[in-house]
């Protein structure tokens, strides 16, 4: 059931960062992607900086966070048209 979860709080986030970053997103495959990836990233973050999240809602935050930063640093290295 732990895979489950990551798969759906990944989604989640990552589909949340989609609407808070510009640009809406890449769509649902991607933004899975990047909200698990986010929340490895918002993992490694929150222990740098001595923050500890738990439950549900917690790694939502944690993955959110991260993948808003994968964002942000995504879009410093996209092409400006």
Do not use: P, Q, Y
Request: proline share 0%; hydrophobic share 60%.
């Amino acid at each position: 059931m732990g895979l489950i979860w990551w798969i759906i709080i990944g989604a989640v986030a990552g589909w949340l960062a989609g609407k808070l970053m510009r640009g809406g997103g890449f769509g649902f495959l991607v933004n899975l992607l990047v909200g698990i990836a986010g929340g490895v990233i918002g993992g490694w973050v929150f222990d740098k900086l001595g923050i500890s999240t738990g439950g549900v809602i917690g790694n939502l935050v944690t993955a959110l966070v991260g993948a808003i930063l994968l964002l942000w640093i995504i879009s410093l290295f996209k092409k400006k048209a």
